[in-house]
């Protein structure tokens, strides 16, 4: 997605918790031809992600765009889940979005415009055995979707949700290790017959963050090979 979006020519902030890689992101993202940079941040904190939104202010003048897609998982049974994990993963997955949806709108108001795109999962529409606090979070992705999409389209602001699917990732090759026969059951699902890329992301987030979909709010759209389409 973001290199999608560098291609588009937008400027871009980093944010991750691993300095190391978003020095990497950052000095692949910055040979596209756009200004990139990052900063070190654990947005399952609330002053976290009020601080990234300020400091991204800072450093652009402005901001036009936010992806949530801060995400982690625990491949583990409902009645296995830890207090601590079920915790951490709703603050990563969910809270985050909502800290900085929030802390972004007044930018985005002043602005006249912005785009908001949250980054669900099939696990959004699904359940699975081995996702219970996920799944919670995904699926509290979407309603937020919705209700971010109803208070602030008068405002023009437009907030949607990607449904990635079975995206082969180090989350999701995590899964593989922890889940038997799993990847056979996601070929085996899925119509296109592949597992995706992460590159199989970028055109719906450079359409999202677009003025082509003006009239587009609070949609959840899946990126999955056809995955869900079978119900």
Known sequence: MAR????AGGGLMIVGRDQTKNADAVKELSTL???AVSVAADLADEAACRSVVEETV???GRLDILVNNAG???AKRPEEHSTDEWRKTLDTNLSSAFWLSQAAYPELKRAGRGKIINI???MS???ASFAAAYAASKGGLVQLTKALATSWAAENIQVNAVL????DTDLTRMARDHVDGLNEQVLARTPAGRWGVPEDLAGVAVFLASPAPDFVT???IPVDGGFAAQG
Request: hydrophobic share 55%; charged share 5%; no cysteine.
């Open 33 to 35: 031809g756009v200004t």
């Open 4 to 7: 999608g979006l560098a291609g």
């Open 58 to 60: 800072a450093r652009f």
């Open 218 to 220: 609070g949609a959840a």
């Open 125 to 127: 529409i699904f359940g």
């Open 72 to 74: 982690i998982g625990v």
């Open 120 to 122: 669900g999962s099939m």
């Open 164 to 167: 990635p699917g079975w995206i």
